[in-house]
């Protein structure tokens, strides 16, 4: 048996699952989704939920995969048996479908880089580029090409293994998202009228809340964080002993948020400032902001700047949910990582061809009333995700816990004060409000 790879240092952990909750999840959908509901109660909504539930669940994920050092579906089948392993194969599903929807987006970023180094995206009229928007996803061809480019470059990376492909490219790809952030905010809230929009996202109007407001903050939660996808598994079961795992699900936490709220800080005080609509939807990032970039002196330089973080999000999170199938072929079934990443990847660009083709040729073509690339995104995010983080919870809470404990104290074999109250929310409080805010959101309660 070939020895399991570890990651080469604590930071380069932190950097590899910061890289992969940090992805078009905090840059592209939250501004987007904060713009529509109401901005700042969206935002304390979203906070609550992440830093009780969402962080507990990347605690018992990170747990779970340290312990067994396994891949998302081996580690149930290990710690457990039984029906558990079905918990690990709802999140290999969750990152199947995910990626293959996930690189169709990322391969407009590449596309939108390209129209900003050319200038086709120095208009000014939101309307014009609205259509320029439209007319591209709704091309047969051109969007599947940047998505096979995407692909391409998430297999070329998690081909070449944990520490030379993933832990590499996120050292240095993650401190590159952080400048490139930095420069773009300070370029925001430095706009004439960016308060409106910081005040936006800072004061929160809870008249626009409901139940519905409720569910979507939970799947983004979810989503942003990697959670119920098998990803913090997967990277906790590459973590030694040696490190402090909490801190870590901390750490990567908080990283994840600060980008979703930084995210929320360069978008919204730049669209304000221009009077545009803060409740755009999906199109904020592609059909407003380079908008409000031809606003700007400069203006082309920054817009590929924006869509250059985009992609780079974009990449080091697909590569960790690429890694949650290729670990389950490599380990479970003897696959090797080179023809479990190459072949992998293929059968989930095929599966993205559809989402794609949803914008266009496919437009008519529904189930259950949604287009492919919308039914994809809500059978994983608003079920799959939520229904694998309520298992994960029970899980660590009733089934391991006393191991879980152990594994927590591992690095120095101190149990930490906090231990019981992580305890009450993976063992009831995180469970009981998934299914609550589940079944709300369906509308069965
Ligand atoms: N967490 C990432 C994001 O927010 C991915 C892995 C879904 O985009």
Not at 27 to 53: C, D, H, Q, R, S
Not at 138 to 152: G, K, N, Q, R, T
Not at 413 to 433: C, E, H, M, S, T
Request: proline share 4%.
């Amino acid at each position: 048996m070939i020895k399991r790879e570890h990651w080469g240092s604590r930071l380069g952990f932190i950097l590899a699952a910061a890289g992969s909750a940090v992805g078009l999840g905090n840059i592209w959908k939250f501004p987007y989704m904060a713009g529509e509901n109401g901005g700042g109660a969206f935002l304390l909504i979203y906070l609550a939920l992440v830093f009780t539930i969402g962080l507990s669940v990347m605690l018992a994920e990170m747990v779970i995969g340290r312990m067994t050092a396994k891949n998302a579906i081996g580690a149930f089948a290990k710690l457990k048996g039984g029906a558990w392993p079905l918990v690990g194969l709802c999140g290999v599903a969750a990152a199947f479908i995910i990626l293959s929807f996930y690189s169709v987006v990322a391969g407009w970023t590449i596309s939108y880089m390209v129209k900003s180094i050319t200038g086709a995206l120095a208009i000014e009229d939101p309307a014009a580029l609205g259509s320029i928007f439209g007319g591209f996803i709704a091309d047969p061809v051109s969007p599947l090409i940047y998505h096979a480019i995407f692909m391409a470059l998430t297999v070329f990376v998690v081909l070449a293994g944990v520490g030379s492909g993933i832990e590499r490219a996120s050292k240095i790809l993650m401190p590159a998202l952080f400048a490139l952030l930095l420069v773009l905010i300070v370029r925001s809230v430095t706009l004439p009228g960016a308060g409106e929009g910081i005040a936006f996202l800072l004061s929160p109007d809870f008249s626009k809340v409901t139940w519905a407001t409720v569910s979507e903050a939970l799947s983004q939660a979810f989503f942003s964080l990697s959670l119920g996808m098998g990803a913090m598994i997967t990277y906790g079961s590459y973590l030694s002993k040696k490190e402090n795992i909490a801190s870590s699900a901390g750490w990567v936490t908080l990283l994840d948020t600060s980008v979703a709220v930084m995210a929320g800080l360069l978008i919204l005080p730049a669209v304000f400032a221009f009077g545009f609509d803060p409740s755009a939807g999906p199109g904020l990032t592609f059909i407003t902001l380079p908008a409000v970039f031809a606003h700007m002196p400069m203006g082309s330089i920054f817009a590929f700047m924006f869509f250059l973080l985009l992609g780079i999000a974009a990449l080091t999170s697909a590569v960790s949910i690429l890694e949650v199938v290729v670990a389950y072929f490599v380990d479970d079934r003897g696959i090797s990582r080179k023809w479990a990443s190459i072949t992998v990847g293929v059968i989930i660009f095929l599966l993205g061809i559809p989402s794609s083709l949803s914008m266009g040729l496919m437009g008519e073509f529904k189930i259950f009333g949604l287009g492919f690339f919308d039914l994809m995104d809500y059978v994983s995010s608003k079920l799959l995700l939520p229904i694998g983080g309520l298992f994960i919870s029970l899980f660590v809470g009733w089934v391991v816990w006393g191991k879980a404990k152990e594994d927590i104290a591992a690095h120095n074999g101190v149990v930490p004060f906090w231990i019981n109250g992580w305890g009450i929310i993976v063992k009831f409080i995180a469970p009981l409000a998934i299914a609550f805010i589940l079944l709300k959101g369906l509308g069965v309660l």
